[in-house]
């Protein structure tokens, strides 16, 4: 005999108050289709080190995420974004995998 849940899940504004609702930018302003052409609008999207944000970060509805993942990819192979950030070397901060030889001892 299957037992009975009774605990329910957790919703937005419980006992840690509000959450504020983020709404989708795309949608707002009724735009149907994301330009990977559009390099301003596509670095909201991206964080500095390069990758792109999730949508709980961006507050973008699921459709237009797809669409800025899709046109952030083509965008990074049109030589239009980069696909790492300018200036980053994690060997000199000493971070990474690096091998023993290139570390100083």
Do not use: W
């Not at 390099?39 to 080190?49: D, T």
């Not at 030589?79 to 300018?86: F, G, I, N, S």
Request: charged share 40%; net charge positive; aromatic share 4%.
């Amino acid at each position: 005999m299957p037992r009975e849940r009774t605990q329910q899940r957790k919703r937005p504004g419980g006992a840690a108050g509000p959450v504020k609702r983020r709404n989708c930018y795309f949608c707002k302003e009724k735009i149907a289709e994301i330009d990977y052409k559009n390099v301003h609008q596509l670095r909201r999207y991206i964080s500095e080190k390069g990758k792109i944000r999730s949508r709980r970060i961006t507050g973008a509805c699921r459709r237009h995420q797809v669409q800025v993942a899709t046109a952030v990819k083509r965008a990074r192979e049109m030589a239009l974004l980069p696909y790492v950030a300018e200036g980053s070397d994690d060997r000199e901060r000493g971070g990474g995998r690096g091998r023993r030889e290139d570390r100083e001892r």
